[in-house]
């Protein structure tokens, strides 16, 4: 494994033993500002759920057309009408800008990340989040048991959360977030002919990982470092829900091209994109996207800190993840989602994360 400095001038390709789709192309971790060329010119499509909700048969139709179409192409879309408060989102910035914030490192530290079935959860401090890269972000993950849901059993707040009062505002997201994951996984179904409710079940109480990422204001030695935000890759999910941030920075790469796009949708709209567990049920017809945060392009927002809140959408992991029906040739053979998930994010957290069941 190369020293995580190292990772400032990696490229993705290094890694690509740990993968579990192909991924043929190469890209820089980290921006390179002589290298890495822009596309100005794509516009990731904007879907509009309340005809999903709205329309009857017909708007289920349409939407699952255009959502199919924009994430079979590039892997990320624009949600609006989706019917979320967004002053949820304002709130939970206020809230997460104090937990990162206020809240000393050493009791941050007490809940640092472990493995629990699939996915690597607690708080990670800046730096840290991978053993590959330096990234100038701290990240706090929260899976389906970290928050008070009719469905877990003996729950126990302060197992998760460092004092009380985060847990009910981040509660109340992730179950607006969960109203949408039957609607996205239903279009993507029947964008791919397949029976849209064939996923309904799984998808009922599933796994996920919300995490907060907390990006501080950007110190004039970690300018300096060349260190980027957070380093290039995809996401080990089916697709995650990120509300659009205020602070830019994000970035999406398009393979057809070898071009990264600039992606800052409007505030109150929802970024959309499918990750790892996509790619493979859907035998690569759905890519999973290469994305990273760079520093904003304007310096001023150096010193602003930046705050985004991830939902990605696991399936537990004793299930198996199989290429859904009619897509041929079959590529990928079945496999349990822990196997998938822990040995693509070894990559990460060191060849002794992975689990082979
Ligand atoms: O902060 C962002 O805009 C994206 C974060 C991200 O890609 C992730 O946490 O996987
Ligand atoms: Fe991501």
């Known amino acids: 494994m190369a020293k995580k400095e190292e990772g400032i001038n990696a490229v993705n390709q290094q890694f690509n033993k740990y993968e579990g789709v192909n991924k043929a192309h190469e890209y820089n971790l980290v921006e390179n500002k002589t290298v890495d060329e822009f596309d100005n010119d794509f516009v990731i499509q904007t879907c ?10 017909a708007g289920k139709v349409a939407f699952a057309k255009k959502l199919g179409s924009a994430l079979e192409e590039i892997g990320f879309a624009v949600l609006s009408g989706h019917g979320i408060d967004t002053n949820l989102y304002t709130k939970a910035e206020e809230k997460i800008a104090k937990l990162f914030e206020t809240i000393p490192l050493e009791k941050r ?8 079935g699939s996915v690597n ?21 929260f899976c389906r048991r ?29 179950q607006s977030h969960e109203k949408l994951i039957l609607p996205i996984m239903q279009s993507v179904l029947r964008h791919l002919n397949c029976d849209p409710h064939l996923y309904d079940k799984k998808l009922t109480n599933t796994n996920f990982g919300f995490r907060l990422n907390y990006y501080p204001a950007i110190s004039k030695e970690d ?14 999910d089916l697709f995650t829900i990120l509300p659009a941030q205020s602070v830019d920075g994000l970035q999406v790469y398009n393979r057809a091209n070898g071009k990264w796009i600039r992606l800052n949708p409007e505030p109150g709209t929802i970024i959309l994109n499918t990750g790892d567990y996509m790619q493979r049920i859907t035998n690569d017809r759905l890519p999973s996207t290469t994305h990273r945060v760079s520093k904003p392009k ?16 696991y399936l537990w992991e004793d299930e198996i993840l199989d ?19 822990t040995g693509i994010t070894s990559k990460y957290y060191g060849d002794e994360y992975a689990v082979d069941e």
């Not at 729950?155 to 959360?161: A, L, P, Q, V």
């Not at 300018?223 to 080990?236: F, K, P, Q």
Request: net charge negative; charged share 25%; glycine share 6%.
């Open 323 to 341: 290429v859904l029906p009619g897509l041929k040739p079959v590529k990928y053979k079945p496999i349990s989602a822990i196997k998938f998930h």
């Open 109 to 116: 530290m007490q809940y640092e990340a472990t493995r629990y």
């Open 298 to 313: 304007e310096p001023r927002l150096h010193n602003k800190p930046r705050i985004t809140i991830p939902m990605a959408v």
């Open 48 to 57: 509009d759920m309340s005809e999903f909700f709205n329309d009857g048969e």
């Open 121 to 141: 959860q607690g708080y990670f401090p800046i730096k840290e989040t991978t053993q590959i890269h330096p990234d100038l972000v701290e990240g706090w993950v």
């Open 223 to 236: 300018d300096a470092s060349g260190a980027g935000r957070m380093l290039g890759h995809e996401d080990v």
């Open 146 to 174: 970290a928050f008070n849901l009719p469905d877990i059993e003996n729950y126990k707040e302060s197992n998760f959360w460092p004092e009380p009062n985060y847990e009910p505002i981040f509660r109340e997201i992730v």
